[in-house]
């Protein structure tokens, strides 16, 4: 079959040329890159909206160097984590964030700045209210925390975290039946990052009013979350990377934190200082992770900082 191309003239005046070179020009000048992401899990998913304001963020911060982006968010209903991986790895979506560990960044590639300063290491519990007397003993005997059972999701790297430091666990696929099970006393606590947890059991309580928060003992693990792209999109990794440094060097990702709806009940943070901690090992957190960067990461054991 044959393909007939549109013959184009040839003008000696310049300013007739530079014409048609504007035009020709005008669709790529005008092309914004879009990056794709999933919409919220379930209602309880109060976090989904900090992390697209981020990804905006990122955006606005790397649009100078990198050019113009807009967001699109698919809604896909009953996604599990699980699932959300596989649809980044096939390519129909571009960007989920996730805890990391050495399987996801063999198969992803992970943007290595924690997009909490490392706060998701640091672990409330969502209870039963009936079991509230058996926790408060946990702050003379934490060790009686491994006689209970957590509730955490299948393909999370948080319950590979608490098996391999003797905890019990019981793997549930979906996030929003952690809640029911919980309420059903199928398992006994539900730990949730000191940022997420308050958000969705006010949510929670609308339809379980005997779930309560336990928050005078924490578990802590180094844990970072990050973004995660296609292997096939180290430009988009690159991109973000980036945006997310300039946010960090300007303020702007502490500034968020400290105003979202989720993160702002952290602050000051000198309301941590009476609590209780409980240390665990993460012996699968990969070894590129930049521990050493103070600047990405704030110790709740080290309040003084000036992210306080």
């Given at each position: 079959?044959?393909?007939?191309?549109?013959?184009?003239?040839?003008?000696?005046?310049?300013?007739?040329?530079?014409?048609?070179?504007?035009?020709?020009?005008?669709?790529?000048?005008?092309?914004?890159?879009?990056?794709?992401?999933?919409?919220?899990?379930?209602?309880?998913?109060?976090?989904?909206?900090?992390?697209?304001?981020?990804?905006?963020?990122?955006?606005?911060?790397?649009?100078?160097?990198?050019?113009?982006?807009?967001?699109?968010?698919?809604?896909?209903?009953?996604?599990?984590?699980?699932?959300?991986?596989?649809?980044l790895e096939r390519g129909a979506v571009d960007v989920f964030w996730a805890g990391t560990n050495t399987q996801r960044e063999a198969r992803f590639i992970p943007v290595r700045i924690p997009l909490f300063f490392g706060l998701l290491g640091y672990r409330v519990s969502i209870i039963h209210q009936e079991n509230l007397q058996k926790f408060d003993t946990l702050k003379q005997h934490p060790e009686q925390l491994k006689q209970l059972v957590a509730c955490q999701g299948e393909h999370w790297p948080d319950s590979d975290i608490l098996t391999a430091n003797d905890y019990k666990v019981m793997r549930v696929s979906r996030f929003e039946l952690m809640f029911t099970m919980l309420a059903n006393q199928r398992c006994d606590y539900f730990p949730r990052a000191i940022f997420e947890g308050y958000g969705e059991l006010e949510i929670a309580k609308k339809t379980y009013p005997n779930l309560i928060m336990y928050d005078q003992v924490i578990l802590h693990y180094q844990f970072p979350i990050y973004y995660f792209v296609n292997q096939k999109r180290p430009d988009l990794a690159a991109r973000?990377?980036?945006?997310?440094?300039?946010?960090?060097?300007?303020?702007?990702?502490?500034?968020?934190?400290?105003?979202?709806?989720?993160?702002?009940?952290?602050?000051?943070?000198?309301?941590?200082?009476?609590?209780?901690?409980?240390?665990?090992?993460?012996k699968d957190l990969p070894k590129e992770t930049p521990v050493n960067d103070v600047s990405l990461w704030i110790n709740l054991h080290d309040i003084g900082s000036e992210k306080n």
């Open positions: 079959m044959m393909t007939f191309m549109p013959q184009i003239k040839c003008f000696k005046r310049t300013n007739v040329l530079l014409t048609c070179i504007c035009l020709t020009c005008l669709p790529l000048c005008l092309y914004a890159e879009n990056i794709r992401v999933l919409g919220a899990q379930s209602k309880e998913d109060v976090g989904h909206s900090y992390f697209i304001e981020l990804l905006q963020l990122i955006i606005d911060k790397s649009s100078a160097k990198y050019g113009a982006a807009d967001l699109t968010v698919i809604n896909i209903a009953n996604t599990t984590h699980g699932r959300s991986l596989i649809l973000l990377e980036y945006g997310l440094q300039q946010a960090i060097k300007e303020g702007a990702l502490l500034s968020l934190m400290q105003h979202h709806e989720m993160t702002k009940s952290l602050f000051p943070l000198s309301q941590w200082n009476n609590k209780s901690y409980i240390e665990l090992k993460n």
